[in-house]
């Protein structure tokens, strides 16, 4: 049998079927073999990952076309993971270097971010936008919450990303805003919705869909963020045919598999300055004649954005 892993939740996973949807698990002899989560080839890192001390938390993701063998019931055996068209890692908490992957095979990611509860953090917006360019894959930012309210500045730095080409979307669950407009995003191909813990990725996908009733938090009063409330990572199939990746709330997206020298690639309103510094292997931090320091100078690349810079190079 053929599928899709539509959720993962430790060590199981659950594969849609044209018509059913089977829960399945991984020989351990398969999970060894199956440890090579390649480059796409549309990736712009440079290196290709070394195949055989890959290490991934695991082998499966949402999004995974699988062929896996039936078992008693609805149950069954994944046998083979079908070659990745792109994949959104991170490396994963911890001391070891490992790569969880999030999802694969995925059209676009969508971080959600609000003004409020939690607070914005832009170096994690930066991070995830980072790893979407990594993989030559689409971005979308959805502001949720446009209910509680909004700042100049904020606006201002929102503003800056639809400068450099991302689209923005804003929604509210609660004032019911948006719902043309993030429809349009969502309904054809993969999404993946990303962001910290309680910005609303679950309630905009119950909002959209009634009837799903995913759970949901609140945000604690007293530390203003989420309290991890999505614990699995499911991708949910809209009527309208749509792909939606829910997954836990994540604070920290390190980088997987990046040299610092791969960062300015990932920031796409730096591409038309890269060549045009005086050292052809210009960091861009303290070098004279560099010609994106100078844009930033300029005004022409956001500052707020080169902060992001200097801080996915020091630490992707
Ligand atoms: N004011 C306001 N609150 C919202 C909106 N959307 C969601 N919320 C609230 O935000 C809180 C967190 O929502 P969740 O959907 O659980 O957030 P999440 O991003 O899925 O969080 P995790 O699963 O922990 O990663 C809940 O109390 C929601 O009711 C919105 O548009 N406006
Ligand atoms: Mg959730
Ligand atoms: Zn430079």
């Known amino acids: 049998m053929e599928g899709t892993v539509i959720r993962q939740h430790l ?10 949807q089977y829960l399945c698990a991984l020989s351990t002899r398969l999970r060894k073999q199956l440890q090579y989560p390649e480059a796409s ?6 290196r290709v990952q ?3 001390r890959v290490r991934v938390t695991d082998p499966v993701a949402i999004g995974d076309h699988v062929e896996f063998d039936v078992g008693d019931g609805e149950t069954g055996m994944i046998r083979l993971i079908a070659e990745r068209r792109n994949k959104i890692s991170r490396r994963a908490s911890g001391t070891s270097p490992r790569e969880q992957i999030l ?37 979308v930012i959805c502001i949720n919450k446009t209910d509680l309210g909004t700042a100049d500045a904020f606006e201002k730095a929102i503003e800056n990303y639809a400068r450099i080409g ?25 999404s993946l919705f990303m962001g910290p813990s309680g910005v609303g990725k679950s309630s905009l996908l119950n909002w959209l869909q009634p009837g799903l009733e995913l759970r949901t938090g ?9 309290r991890h409330t999505t614990t699995h990572l499911e991708l949910v ?32 309103e730096f591409e038309p300055y890269l060549g045009g510094c005086r050292f052809r292997d ?12 100078n844009a930033v100078d300029d005004g022409e690349i956001f500052q707020r954005r080169y902060a992001s810079y200097l801080e996915l190079r020091a630490s992707p």
């Open 11 to 20: 060590g199981h996973y659950l594969v849609a079927s044209a018509r059913e």
């Open 218 to 226: 609140e945000v604690s009063e007293l530390t203003r963020e989420g």
């Open 103 to 139: 999802a694969a095979n995925v059209d676009r990611v969508v971080p959600i971010f609000s003004l409020n509860d939690p607070p914005p953090d832009f170096d994690l917006l930066d991070r995830m936008l980072a790893i979407a360019e990594g993989e030559n894959i689409d971005a």
């Open 166 to 190: 991302y689209e923005v979307v804003k929604t509210s669950t609660i004032d019911d805003v948006g719902r043309t407009d993030i429809h349009a995003v969502l309904d054809q191909g993969t």
């Open 237 to 268: 199939t809209l009527r309208s045919g749509g792909l939606v990746g829910d997954i836990p709330g994540v604070k920290e997206f390190k980088l997987w598999d990046v040299q610092p020298e791969d960062t300015p690639a990932l920031f796409r």
């Open 282 to 293: 210009c960091a861009h931090i303290r070098e004279p004649d560099c010609a994106i320091k």
């Open 41 to 46: 080839p549309g990736s712009r890192r440079r």
């Open 50 to 52: 070394r195949v055989r």
